[in-house]
T-cell receptor, first 114, second 114 residues
Framework: DADVTQTPRNRITKTGKRIMLECSQT?????MYWYRQDPGLGLRLIYY???????NKGEISDGYSVSRQAQAKFSLSLESAIPNQTALYFC?????????????FGSGTRLTVV | AQSVTQLDSQVPVFEEAPVELRCNYS??????LFWYVQYPNQGLQLLLK??????LVKGINGFEAEFNKSQTSFHLRKPSVHISDTAEYFC????????????FGKGTHLIIQP
């Protein structure tokens, strides 16, 4: 099994719908992140969480919300999806006790909003 | 705030030729630097990282990078590329002591020509 698992792998949804992307990890890392990737723009940070009770906005948090249900689970929600949220979404984890050297990424969720 | 500039959006190279992918960063504090590779339809894989110590860093698949503090650069090199190196390459930075999460460049598409 993968260390960082994202579900679903692909999703097509309609404008205005609520959608949740899920991420779970078996690495035992305390920190988790959500990024989105757009062609030609690289990856941009949406939200990050230091632990279950500590959630922080990233560079592009508008239109998104997150929930850290447990140390191993971090979900990203689009309350009312819009077409410009069509992108590839990545979850990542890191372990603060080992410094900043280890970020592990999931395989991504490709979201299309029509 | 930190930023990362990857100067080339595409780099075409003939097979078995050397390649250099350029990365410059902007930060007023100490940084940690990373190169990730994304193969078609896959997630991100860590190639190498610079945290401290020797400025020449060796990674997987024969890649290496050199941290140059005076030029604020972290260029990626490989002496002889293969068709299998065709992928998108991302440079990323994390500031020491700063807000968590990585800041990514926009990526460089490495195209290997036979």
């Amino acid at each position: 099994d993968a260390d960082v698992t994202q579900t679903p792998r692909n999703r097509i949804t309609k404008t205005g719908k609520r959608i949740m992307l899920e991420c779970s990890q078996t690495k035992g890392h305390d920190r988790m992140y959500w990024y989105r990737q757009d062609p030609g723009l690289g990856l941009r940070l949406i939200y990050y969480s230091f632990d279950v009770k500590d959630i922080n906005k990233g560079e592009i948090s508008d239109g998104y919300s997150v929930s850290r249900q447990a140390q191993a689970k971090f979900s990203l929600s689009l309350e009312s999806a819009i077409p410009n949220q069509t992108a590839l979404y990545f979850c990542a984890t890191s372990d603060s006790s080992t410094g900043y050297g280890g970020y592990t990424f999931g395989s991504g969720t490709r979201l299309t909003v029509v | 705030a930190q930023s990362v500039t990857q100067l080339d959006s595409q780099v075409p190279v003939f097979e078995e030729a050397p390649v250099e992918l350029r990365c410059n960063y902007s930060s007023s504090v100490s940084v940690y630097l990373f190169w990730y590779v994304q193969y078609p339809n896959q997630g991100l894989q860590l190639l190498l990282k610079y945290l401290s110590g020797s400025t020449l860093v060796k990674g997987i698949n024969g890649f290496e990078a050199e941290f140059n503090k005076s030029q604020t650069s972290f260029h990626l090199r490989k002496p002889s590329v293969h068709i299998s190196d065709t992928a998108e390459y991302f440079c990323a930075v994390r500031e020491g002591g700063g807000a968590d999460g990585l800041t990514f460049g926009k990526g460089t598409h490495l195209i290997i020509q036979p």
